[in-house]
Antibody
Framework: QLQLRESGSGLVKPSQTLSLTCAVS??????????WSWIRQPPGKGLEWIGY???????NYNPSLRSRVTISVDRSTNQFSLKLNSVTAADTAVYYC????????????????WGQGILVTVSS | DILMTQSPPSLSASVGDRVTITCRTS??????LNWYQQKPGKAPKLLIY???TLQSGVPSRFSGSGSGTDFTLTITSLQPEDFGTYYC?????????FGQGTKLEIK
């Protein structure tokens, strides 16, 4: 059964870099049928898509975060990662990793499943 | 960016009721619309993709409809376990965007 699990530091100081990893089990991140995404949710607020990466390494980022975000994939460990630099309190959120499914024949895409999420607090 | 507007922001309904949540988009997105359910402290769960296709394992009391800019999530015969917050999401283009959520409470 496919599972995703986030890990990383739950507390980051302002101006530093947030680093998270998503461990994938049950399917290879090298599968060409999927891409791998990060989505975040500030406490008590809605969802914001951060970006995704294909197994090839090709990425697509939200323009609102593009200058600060890097998503990478490690096929050897079946994981993918998120780095967000120059963080501020506004980056405090629960960060989710998720598989992006793309029905190439007709173009529909959706996120399923999601990891459990990890709360990252930006504070000195 | 495509703006997603859900209504109502919250609602309270009784077991057995029929519930409708709407999602309006700022531009036409054909049927590139997904619905998720989120329970407190948990990750969102996919309910419906491509406007009306029920995800495997999701009860048939959930259904989706619409196209273009106006979409609807309907729950027929509301059950106690259906409480939570519901989000619509467009996958027409990036950046993918979500509605602000509709919080459903069971009376």
């Amino acid at each position: 059964q496919l599972q995703l699990r986030e890990s990383g530091s739950g507390l980051v100081k302002p101006s530093q870099t947030l680093s998270l990893t998503c461990a994938v089990s049950g399917v290879s991140v090298s599968s060409g049928a999927y891409s791998w995404s990060w989505i975040r949710q500030p406490p008590g607020k809605g969802l914001e898509w951060i970006g995704y990466i294909y197994q090839s390494g090709s990425t697509n980022y939200n323009p609102s975060l593009r200058s600060r975000v890097t998503i990478s994939v490690d096929r050897s460990t079946n994981q993918f990662s998120l780095k967000l630099n120059s963080v501020t309190a506004a980056d405090t959120a629960v960060y989710y990793c998720a598989r992006r499914i793309d029905m190439a024949t007709i173009g529909y895409k959706w996120f399923d499943p999601w990891g459990q999420g990890i709360l990252v607090t930006v504070s000195s | 960016d495509i703006l997603m507007t859900q209504s109502p922001p919250s609602l309270s309904a009784s077991v057995g009721d029929r519930v409708t949540i709407t999602c309006r988009t700022s531009q036409s997105i054909s049927s590139y619309l997904n619905w998720y359910q989120q329970k407190p402290g948990k990750a969102p769960k996919l309910l419906i993709y491509a406007e009306s296709t029920l995800q495997s394992g999701v009860p048939s009391r959930f259904s989706g409809s619409g196209s273009g800019t106006d979409f609807t999530l309907t729950i027929t015969s509301l059950q106690p376990e259906d409480f939570g917050t519901y989000y619509c999401q467009q996958s027409y283009n990036t950046p993918y965007t979500f509605g602000q959520g509709t919080k459903l409470e069971i009376k």
